[in-house]
């Protein structure tokens, strides 16, 4: 298992050395990873669909209680089988889309390791490990949409989408660390029983809204919705990829997972209704208001997550039932609706639906898979997504609480997506053939190969739903938290109310449909609409930060060092202030008892060569007196037995009196130009950041904090880092990570001053 999640991974650094060797044939030899894998995911059919659980774990951060555990279960099983499948023919027709450009490779590695970050968010059965993975796909988004980085247009949509995607993640960090102690585990096999003991925490409603935030977000949920259409600056295999099986399934995947948990709490029951529902009519109502191909399929993905979401909100059997069909049918009509959009792209150079028209003679391959792809969309029989529509008329009908408008929100939506799938289906290939920047021809086989066997599973599972229904069921069961006997998958239930709201669907959508060229001045107004929503809010708090920015680096980060040293102090001499009045922590006992005649001596002469290099006017004397104060240091460690410590500070004092004496006479000389009001205003910092920070140093030595780590450190460093010298020790072994991190910062350091120094020898050469 292990193998499987991070094989994407290795592969895609691989890449650059295959794509030569490969050639045109890329595509291909990269889709054996997960074709190879859904055939791995298959072997665990028997056991899941039996309602059996697999956990399989790996040790990672024992000390932290952090491991690489995975549990393969009907959801999970469920998605890694369309993350693998799906990505199978993504890489196929992602290898002839892009084939001759000069950064396929680029695609390609970036592709691959979405693919195994989303199958490690959606088999993880850690929370912190299923986060590290959930951050992992937003990184790996961001460098997707903004692949044609060339563009303003795709580095912009690919910022929007990580600042929205991160800022969630950020939220969801801190709600999924709040499950994890509030239900006593970071397991999720162990949190899903626990939902009794979660909701009765007064907490529970903070960590709901957490990690809420960051499946919203994740998911394009309302007011969040906007950064998902806008994502389609990215190449067609990415929209197709993105929308059908991953990132933006993330957050719906979560809260599926969760719902054992959460299920029960009227909180999660009215959010995600009400959200869901209110996403799905936005993105029905955006999709019948928008031109572009891409664009009518990506407000269509909002409006399957809206009504994911809402039926998960739902929480009924049934409604589940609903969401779990729903999510399949999805996942197979988006992929071939998207990659049969990008194949009409490529091969007529443009995706607007008012430059198409009358291509079902020059690509009829296309043609007629996209209809079946579409009728899907459309909820029309014998698709699967009929199956899926009327589960969800029948589900919102039964919804618990708002059942009414819930059933109304369906309808419009419904109505719209009719018409919006008339858009994508019948426009481009029907009426006459009009002129495009490019002459139609039907795509090469690596373009045609996704949609068609997406397209035909659509209708394949429609004709025979019973063939879905094992891992339907146990997908069901996973999110139910219970065990399902039976799904009832049909085409027919007889004539009911689903059914006649589904035939009104269909008529108004069609009508729609018909009048839509005559009403798209109106519709032209309504997609206006995003510009004043939270997209625009958007816009305005990104400028205020640039704003912020600019004002800051005018006043603050302006170049001058003295402004640097005086708003870190003021800083510190606030925050110190604040905590000694706020808490009246000021404690302190004077007494010099023990204090030897040798130490007065050099706290003396520190004092004295500070003040001496503050009011000097003479180089050579301030470098001096900077030298004694850094050797009266090194006496210090001497009488305190560091010797180690004052080897070190004898040789940086002694290295920088040379560097400075050699540079001194280059510098220039001291200068009064600061006036005498400015002086005093420093002293006086000087001297409030020098009280307040004795102050600190009286309290913190007279106040007890408990056991300190010094006998810790002195008892483990030799059994533990086999070290005598402990201070060598704490560097290397117990601060190792830290000690790295600096070494790391002085690396950075160094590179960036060669760079600037060969940089000017370069211009000037």
């Known amino acids: 298992m292990l193998v499987a999640v991070i094989a994407g991974f290795i592969l895609a650094a691989l890449v650059p050395s295959l794509t030569p060797i490969a050639g045109r044939r890329i595509g291909w030899v990269l889709a054996l990873l997960p074709a190879t894998l859904f055939g791995y995911f298959i072997g665990f059919w028997p056991e899941v669909t039996d309602g059996e659980a697999v956990l399989i774990a790996y040790p990672w951060i024992p000390s932290l209680d952090i491991s690489l555990n995975f549990l393969v279960d009907g959801l999970s099983l469920m998605f890694a089988l369309l993350i693998t499948g799906i990505g199978t023919f ?63 247009k795709a580095r912009k949509a690919a910022l929007q989408g990580l600042f929205i995607t991160v800022g969630g993640g950020l939220a969801l960090m801190t709600g999924l660390i709040m499950l994890g102690y509030l239900g006593g585990s970071f397991e999720l096999h ?46 067609t295999p990415v929209s197709a990829y993105l929308h059908s099986a991953t990132m933006v399934k993330a957050g719906v995947y979560l809260m599926a997972r969760l719902q054992p948990t959460m299920a029960g709490s009227e909180a999660w029951l009215y959010a995600l209704s009400l959200f869901g529902g209110v996403t799905m009519t936005v993105g029905a109502v955006m999709a019948v208001c928008s031109t572009d191909l891409k664009r009518i399929l990506a407000y269509s993905t909002v409006m399957a997550l809206g009504t994911l979401t809402m039926l998960i909100g739902i929480g009924t059997p049934y409604a589940l039932k609903a969401a779990m069909v729903f999510l399949l049918a999805h996942a197979l009509y988006k992929g071939a609706l998207f990659m049969a959009a990008g194949t009409i792209d490529h091969e007529t150079g443009t995706k607007d639906v008012r430059e198409l028209g009358g291509l079902r003679g020059l690509m009829p391959w296309t043609a007629a898979f996209t209809w079946v792809a579409a009728l899907a969309l459309a909820g029309i029989p014998p698709l699967f997504g009929f199956i899926a529509k009327e589960l969800m008329f029948e589900a919102a009908l039964g919804a618990p609480v708002l059942s009414g408008l819930l059933a109304g929100l369906a309808l419009i939506t419904a109505v719209c997506i009719v018409a919006a799938t008339g858009l994508v289906a019948v426009r481009p290939f029907f009426g006459a053939l009009k002129p495009t920047p490019k002459k139609p ?73 018909r009048q839509w060229a005559t009403l798209r001045a109106r519709l032209a107004a309504l997609a206006a609409l995003p510009g004043y929503g939270p997209e625009r809010g958007y816009d305005k708090m990104m400028d205020g930060l640039v704003r912020l920015a600019r004002w800051q680096t005018r006043v603050l980060q302006n170049g001058y060092m003295t402004n640097y040293i ?34 007065v001596i050099i706290s003396l002469l520190m004092l004295g060569a500070v003040v001496y290099a ?19 240091m090194a006496m210090i460690y001497v009488f305190f ?85 402990i201070v060598n020790v704490i560097l290397v072994d117990f601060r190792a990570l830290d000690t790295l991190g600096e070494i790391f910062v002085l690396a950075l350091a160094a590179i960036g001053v060669n760079a600037m120094i060969r940089f000017r020898w370069e211009d000037q050469r």
């Open 90 to 152: 993504i890489l196929i027709y992602a290898g002839s889309y892009l084939e001759g450009h000069k950064d396929i490779h680029k695609l390609l590695m970036y592709l691959l390791a979405f693919m195994a970050s989303m199958l490690g968010l959606v088999l993880s059965n850690n929370l912190i490990s299923l986060f590290v993975f959930w951050e992992l796909t937003s990184i790996t988004s961001y460098l997707l949409i903004g692949f044609n980085h060339e563009q303003e």
């Open 641 to 725: 037995s560091a010797p180690d410590l004052a080897i070190t500070q004898v040789l940086i004092e002694t290295l920088t009196v040379i560097l400075l004496v050699l540079v001194l006479f280059r510098l220039p000389g001291f200068q009064g130009l600061s006036s005498v009001r400015v002086r005093l205003r420093d002293a006086s910092v000087a001297g409030a950041f020098g009280i307040l920070v004795a102050m600190m140093v009286l309290t913190v030595n007279q106040s007890s904090l408990g056991g300190g780590i010094s006998d810790y450190l002195i008892a483990a460093s030799y059994p533990e880092a086999h070290g005598r010298n």
């Open 566 to 599: 005086l708003t870190i102090l003021l800083t510190t001499i606030a925050l110190l202030a604040y905590a000694f009045w706020s808490r009246d922590a000021f404690v302190y006992e004077l007494s010099f008892e023990g204090v030897r005649f040798y130490e």
């Open 441 to 513: 021809h039907e795509a090469p086989l690596a373009m045609r190969l996704g949609f068609s066997v997406l397209a035909s599973l659509g209708l394949l599972l429609g004709l025979l739903p019973f063939l879905a229904e094992p891992l339907l069921r146990a997908a069901v069961s996973a999110v139910t938290g219970a065990p399902v006997p039976d799904l009832e998958l049909a085409l027919w239930h007889g004539i009911n109310l689903p059914l006649l709201l589904s035939l009104t669907a269909l008529i108004v959508g069609a009508l729609l449909f």
């Open 190 to 235: 162990e949190l899903l029983t626990q939902g009794d003991v979660l909701q009765s925490h007064p907490l529970f409603l903070l960590m709901m809204i957490l990690i809420l935030a960051g499946t919203f977000t994740k998911s394009a949920q309302t007011p969040f919705h906007f950064w998902l259409p806008n994502a389609m600056a990215a190449p």
């Open 614 to 632: 503050s009011a000097t006017r003479l180089r050579l004397g301030a470098v001096a007196a900077v030298g004694v104060l850094g050797f009266a």
